[in-house]
């Protein structure tokens, strides 16, 4: 399987925990994107990368939210001390550097269904 | 303000019936356009997306959308939906002026089919 691959699928954490999770992009992809999607809701951007370099990163990033892509490869999102307002489906895509707005194509992954009780 | 509005949160069609799910923007410049399909436990699928040019854009599964610059809307249409096109819809854009392809979607639309 070449597509954006996401670990864990499920997460269930209690309130005050630290969570991390892992996205492998699509191989040679540059661009890497992280997005949050609450239920009835549509995605929402968190951040993106260029490479290793996070370029943006949205209000909706919290201090307690952390983003790495260290070697321009697989990215890590963590939340620390996880609230129940963090339950959500975190979904990561990557696409090429010549973007959308051309012919290539955003890949999402399936997400990680984050569970704060 | 800018955004992307789909205003059926939910939409039931019968198996063979045609289908429309509607999609509106507020942007000052004609947004990069997209249709993405969500099923249960999958990622988001690219159905199709309008840059420019012809304003019919036909996409994947047989769906198509139009493009009306006047009524700044980019409705989904297909002739006629199966049972496994049961799925949540989200229309998106890339506002034409941003350089980092960040898309903003809207809040979907949850298809239901009857048998």
């Known amino acids: 399987d070449t597509g954006v691959s996401q670990d864990p699928r499920h997460k269930i954490t209690k309130r005050g925990q630290n969570v991390t999770f892992r996205c492998d992009p699509i191989?040679?992809?540059?661009?890497l994107y992280w997005y949050r999607q609450t239920l009835g809701q549509g995605p929402e951007f968190l951040t993106y990368?260029?490479?290793?370099?996070?370029?943006?990163k949205s209000r909706l990033l919290s201090d307690r939210f952390s983003a790495e892509r260290p070697k321009g490869s697989f990215s890590t999102l963590e939340i620390q001390r996880t609230e129940q307002g963090d339950s959500a489906m975190y979904l990561c895509?990557?696409?090429?550097?010549?973007?959308?707005?051309?012919?290539?194509?955003?890949?999402f992954g399936s997400g990680t269904q984050l569970s704060v009780l | 303000a800018q955004s992307v509005t789909q205003p059926d949160i939910h939409i039931t069609v019968s198996e063979g019936a045609s289908l429309e799910l509607r999609c509106n923007y507020s942007?000052?410049?004609?947004?990069?356009l997209f249709w993405y399909v969500q099923s249960p436990g999958q990622g988001l699928q690219l159905l199709l997306k309008?840059?420019?040019?012809?304003?019919l854009v036909q996409g994947i599964k047989g769906f198509e959308a139009e493009f009306k610059r006047s009524q700044s809307s980019f409705n989904l249409r297909k002739p006629s939906v199966h049972w496994s096109d049961a799925a949540e819809y989200f229309c998106?854009?890339?506002?034409?002026?941003?350089?980092?392809?960040?898309?903003?979607f809207g809040k979907g639309t949850r298809l239901h089919i009857l048998p």
């Open positions: 990368f260029q490479n290793e370099a996070q370029l943006e």
């Open positions: 942007y000052g410049a004609t947004p990069y």
């Open positions: 998106a854009v890339v506002p034409s002026m941003n350089r980092d392809d960040k898309i903003i």
């Open positions: 309008y840059f420019s040019g012809d304003t």
């Open positions: 191989s040679e992809h540059n661009r």
């Open positions: 895509a990557s696409s090429s550097g010549t973007g959308i707005t051309t012919n290539e194509k955003l890949f």
